[in-house]
């Protein structure tokens, strides 16, 4: 056997692989599984962004290597996108830069700027992905704890107590995967503070950013004028128009931190499919009504199935955005039992808390990225295991 790097045994279970296996296993035993494990948004996406990726495949032009950094037009578009929406400027060279997902950025940040033994900040519970990213540069992943009393926001008085010389950088992830919670203004002033106080990068995943019910709005932390002096922040279309195949996203925000990743970008990728890049500027340009349309079928389901459960006695919070529901297990169950006791019981996918931290305990997520039909046949099975819920 030929033995991998030792930073790979470091590594925790990547969550979803485990799932696909158990996954994998029921659909052997010929089990009709509903799939509300992973975030993996099911509506179409704009018409006009499909249209626009065909068209551009047929040209002659679009199959060569693209520059790393994207297309010009494609980081004007996104900062004039970033404008509308936010209100705040970006310079379209140094502040803006295309990924291919925005995963793609979150893993290789911690190349550019993380050095071995360095400590990095991480919401528990959160996104897994900031956990493997910190172990695979070598460096010490500190948690910060997000409980629903503290509205899932990091505590400023926890997060003075763990910073120490070592830390360089921390996460933050609003609305949030896997609670829902989202920050406010307020929130995002008082970790910048926090930040340029104690020399801190703040990475500000916010890939949600646009799927926000009940006609709430959610802020950039960039928002904050002195955000950019320490921070960066992610955006996805995987998210915004349904388009996580695609591999598409940008970060934006602080020009050193971002000229240093692109860095790291031009060693390691040679850009994103041409195609790819044209139907993201048509998207980003012209499809807002699109974002409303998916943001609304999130919702209508987000209803049905909290409504759902309700009325079956789960006193489930209803998510003020994401689509995900950040359900709290009921009886005496750990989550990792109450996820099987689901599937083997109900034939449901869900996502066991833990996964994303040990204060995930206590929790199940599961995910709106199913039709209606299939989220009241999952309430139907849920009704049948008769679960006791107080
Ligand atoms: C919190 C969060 N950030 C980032 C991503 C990655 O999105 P993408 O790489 O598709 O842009 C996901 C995907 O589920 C996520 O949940």
């Not at 006695?313 to 995900?324: I, K, Q």
Request: overall charge negative.
């Amino acid at each position: 056997m030929i033995a991998p790097a030792k930073r790979i045994h470091e590594l925790p279970p990547y969550l979803f692989a485990r799932i696909d296996k158990i996954k994998q296993d029921a659909f052997r035993e010929g089990i009709d599984l509903i799939d509300l494990g992973v975030g993996d948004p099911d509506v179409s996406p704009p018409k006009a962004v499909v249209d626009a990726l065909i068209q551009n495949v047929r040209g002659n032009g679009s199959h060569h290597y693209s520059s790393y950094e994207g297309l010009p037009e494609l980081r004007t578009v996104f900062t004039e996108w970033f404008r509308k929406r936010f209100n705040v400027k970006l310079n379209p060279h140094s502040e803006v830069l295309p990924l291919i997902g925005s995963k793609e950025g979150i893993g290789h940040i911690f190349f550019s700027h993380i050095d071995p033994g360095d400590e990095v900040l991480i919401p528990d519970p959160g996104y897994p992905v900031y956990t493997a990213g910190t172990i695979l540069a070598g460096a010490v992943p500190k948690y910060f704890r997000l409980s629903r009393e503290n509205g899932f926001l990091p505590d400023i008085g926890e997060l003075e107590a763990i910073v120490t010389p070592r830390t360089k950088m921390m996460w933050l992830n609003y609305p949030s995967n896997p609670t829902t919670a989202m920050a406010t203004a307020d929130d995002f002033k008082a970790v910048v503070a926090f930040a340029r106080e104690h020399g801190v990068i703040v990475c500000h995943d916010a890939a949600y950013s646009e799927i926000v019910f009940d006609g709430a709005r959610t802020g950039s932390m960039l928002e904050i004028t002195e955000a950019r002096e320490v921070g960066v922040e992610f955006h996805s279309l995987s998210k915004t128009f349904c388009m996580p195949g695609w591999r598409i996203g940008f970060i934006v925000g602080n020009a050193d931190i971002i000229g240093a990743l692109a860095r790291v970008k031009t060693n390691l990728d040679s850009g994103i499919f041409l195609p790819v890049q044209h139907a993201a500027i048509t998207a980003l340009k012209c499809c807002e009504d699109d974002t409303k349309r998916i943001r609304d079928v999130f919702e209508t389901r987000r209803n049905l199935f909290v409504g759902g459960l309700k009325s079956l006695g789960w006193n489930v919070p209803l998510p003020s955005s994401t689509f995900y529901v950040w359900a709290p297990v009921p009886g005496n169950a750990d989550s990792m039992e109450f996820t099987m006791l689901l599937l083997k019981g109900a034939g449901i996918v869900a996502a066991p808390g833990v996964g994303f931290g040990s204060n995930g305990e206590g929790y199940v997520r599961m995910s709106l990225t199913t039709p209606e039909a299939r989220l009241e046949e999952a309430l139907l099975r849920i009704k049948k295991m008769n679960l006791k819920f107080s």
